[in-house]
């Protein structure tokens, strides 16, 4: 039991009981406590809101990723290989191990990456390094010998053989990686997230249920599942909400499958060719291999969460849910024909989408799809079509900060720059509900924050840097800045 004493909620402040993970008092703050044992959080004042949910992260990537060097500001080719260069003396590798950065984006450099390129900056050492959005790998020549790829004409792996590189780069002890996991978890409560839809490729609902076992509890987490594992997932009985590991807090997600690529990498499907080029992205699966994946899915009660970013791709993945006539998410739907916009509420279809993708990739998406972003990345338009959104980040292919996300839906900007198609903005308000499983009401889940700021009245930078100064997840304190 517990009471937060003080807290502002809307206009009012206020004392809210916490019992049993669920809010069971709110009364005026000059109210006599109900239960004199309770233990006592005075919020001093602060606005108390519904804790944030991040609808798709790619958990081990994101802990992976922020023990790697930091390739995210290069310009070019050879301004990548440089940091890697600079910051190769100061890695510590294992043996066996490759060097290893993250968060490259090539679509706009002037320059080509090469394996010789790195093999210049690094000599004989296995490195590689992995684009920011996921789906490119860029390998010198011991690193393509080391995980079989001699001979490759390019150095640049894309799609399925980096998917298969990632999964080799976590050939680490289940120990150091679920460490990891909570150092990432812990830095996740400190901005308020209270769950997560993590959408790891491999075993994830193994290294969930092994983590539940273990007393894993700073948040709540929906372990999605991947093909090579539906099977296995629908003989074992598990339907979306299991419990796994015995544990309420985390259980089984949705159902994930890739059916294009993306937008940095160049294979996002689409109904256009990319500028200046004859080339329409990739389809990665068929919609004839893709519709009885998600009716096995479906009739097994698992949610389809099926990734599409380019037009065609989406076009495609809602004829599917058509045919299916089950309910699930389209996971980024990044660029949509107008006339599929108003399909996904028909459909009951949800827009899983990463605001702050459109924050990275807006010069790219002009030049890539130019001509075409007016309706690129168009959360006004799916609201007012009806339809639900959620948002997230798809960390680490951008931050796993809710408020970067909130900030980056509501004000269309970052760093200054003008508000890219400001059209496309959506309120606080509408924001928080699409990052919210609960409301600070009596009855429901004591899933809290506690911030320094008003969200409502916050300008795009304080909304992305807002203090979080509490966080509560079924009443249990996971981040406190006391």
């Known amino acids: 039991m517990k009471t937060l004493t003080n807290a502002r909620l809307g206009d009012s402040v206020v004392n809210i009981a916490v019992e049993g993970g669920v809010i069971t008092s709110i009364v005026p703050a000059d109210t006599a406590p109900e239960n004199t044992a309770a233990e006592t959080i005075d919020v001093g004042g602060r606005w108390v809101l519904p804790g944030l949910w991040d609808h798709h992260v790619h958990f081990n990537q994101h802990a992976l ?40 984006r090539d679509g706009l450099w002037p320059d ?54 990632m999964a080799r780069l976590q050939d680490i002890s289940d120990a150091t990686l679920d460490e990891w996991v909570a150092d990432a978890s812990t830095a996740a409560a400190a901005r308020g997230v209270v769950g997560v839809v993590d959408m790891e490729m491999g075993p994830n609902v193994a290294s969930w249920q092994r983590r539940a076992a ?35 807090l985390i259980t089984s997600g949705p159902f994930k499958i890739l059916t294009d690529g993306s937008l940095n990498t160049r294979t996002a499907y689409c109904v256009d060719e990319y500028h200046g080029t004859h080339d ?26 099926v990734h599409a970013i380019g037009d065609e791709a989406n076009r495609l993945v809602l004829n ?14 990044q660029l949509l024909r107008v006339e599929d916009i108003p399909r996904f509420a028909a459909l009951g279809v949800a827009a899983s989408v990463q605001p702050e993708h459109a924050m990275d990739d807006r010069d790219i998406a002009e030049h890539h799809w130019a001509g075409r972003t007016d309706r690129a990345f168009v959360l006004r338009s799916l609201l007012d079509a009806g339809a639900e959104l959620l948002l997230g980040s798809d960390a680490p292919v951008a931050p796993l900060d809710p408020w970067v996300t909130l900030s980056a839906a509501v004000f269309r900007s970052r760093g200054g720059r003008a508000p890219w198609h400001p059209e496309q903005s959506i309120t606080v308000a509408e924001a928080l509900a699409a990052s919210t499983h609960n409301a600070v009401k ?32 079924a009443g249990s304190v996971t981040h406190s800045a006391s």
């Open 320 to 333: 599917a849910f058509e045919r299916v006539g089950c309910r699930g998410r389209i996971e980024h739907a």
């Open 442 to 473: 009596v009855g429901h889940a004591a899933d809290l924050i506690a911030v320094d700021r008003d969200p409502f009245t916050a300008t795009g930078d304080q909304l992305r840097t807002m203090p979080v100064s509490l966080t509560l997840v």
């Open 214 to 248: 273990h007393g894993f509890a700073t948040m709540r987490v929906q372990a999605g599942i991947y093909t090579a594992y539906l099977d296995e997932a629908i003989s074992a009985g598990f339907s979306r909400g299991t419990s796994l590991g015995g544990s309420s």
């Open 65 to 104: 990723a922020v023990r790697r060097i930091d390739v995210s500001g290069a310009e070019s080719a050879a301004e990548a290989a440089k940091i890697v260069a600079d910051q190769a003396s100061r890695v510590r590798l294992q043996a066996g191990q490759p060097l290893i950065g993250h968060g490259f």
């Open 112 to 165: 080509t990456p090469t394996a010789e390129m790195l093999d210049a900056v690094v000599g004989g050492v296995p490195a590689l390094l992995i684009s920011g959005d996921l789906h490119c790998a860029w390998l010198n020549t011991a690193a393509l010998a080391m995980f079989g790829h001699a001979g490759h004409p390019t150095g640049v792996l894309r799609e399925d053989p980096c998917f298969a590189l």
């Open 280 to 305: 329409h992205g990739l389809l990665t699966v068929s919609t004839e291999e893709l519709v009885p994946l998600m009716m096995k899915a479906s009739a097994a009660g698992i949610e389809p969460a």
